[in-house]
């Protein structure tokens, strides 16, 4: 297996030429595209991923260790085909829209300024994420571990509290009708 290390890539299209598989460290990848670009058993440890399409890429058993991915289209990924060994990652300015974290312990992952739209956290263990100014619209929770997570500046989420554990996890007073929703009720934001 060969092992990179340091080294940039800079406007490469993997769905063109394929990826080498290995072991990647320390490297960073820029305006690169991977979408549909099958990842498995590829290891990227403490990498960059900046301004990289990876839609709909393949990551059965992939390895994601302290990664950061920033201003990354990221549709339809299941991370929940990674391997779960050191599973790590952020992220910031990212569009992980109809994306599954199914079944991932991701503890103190920070999701920045990112669309997850319809994304699936089912049975995630979220325990001390942050959720900073990301749209949560359709996204699933259930039977997800929430404790100590902060959506303070997080929008459209909708979390059932005797489906998730919330204990000690941080939500804002202006959407805090998300944690309402099954209910059904008219919540008047006016007085």
């Known amino acids: 297996m060969n092992f990179i290390i340091d080294k940039t890539f800079e406007r490469i299209k993997f769905n063109e030429i394929p990826i080498e598989h ?36 393949k990551l ?45 312990k991701i503890k103190k992952t920070s999701f920045k300024n990112s669309s997850l739209k319809e994304s699936d956290f089912s049975e995630c263990d979220l325990t001390s994420s942050i959720f900073e100014n990301c749209d949560l619209s359709g996204a699933l929770f259930e039977n997800t571990i929430l404790e100590k997570a902060d959506f303070r500046t997080s929008f459209h989420y909708s979390i059932d509290p005797e489906l998730n554990r919330i204990r000690k996890a941080k939500f804002s007073i202006s959407e805090i009708s998300g944690l309402l929703d099954k209910y059904d009720i008219e919540i008047d934001r006016s007085i």
């Open 22 to 57: 290995g072991e990647y460290e320390h490297c960073i990848f820029k305006q690169c595209d991977f979408s549909n670009v099958r990842l498995s058993d590829i290891k990227f440890s403490e990498c960059e991923f900046i301004s990289c399409n990876l839609s709909l890429a």
């Open 60 to 104: 059965e058993r992939t390895a994601i260790r302290d990664i950061l991915f920033r201003e990354c289209k990221m549709l339809g990924l299941h991370f929940e085909h990674c391997n779960e060994f050191g599973l790590a990652f952020s992220f910031e300015d990212c569009q992980l829209d109809h994306s599954s974290f199914y079944r991932t």
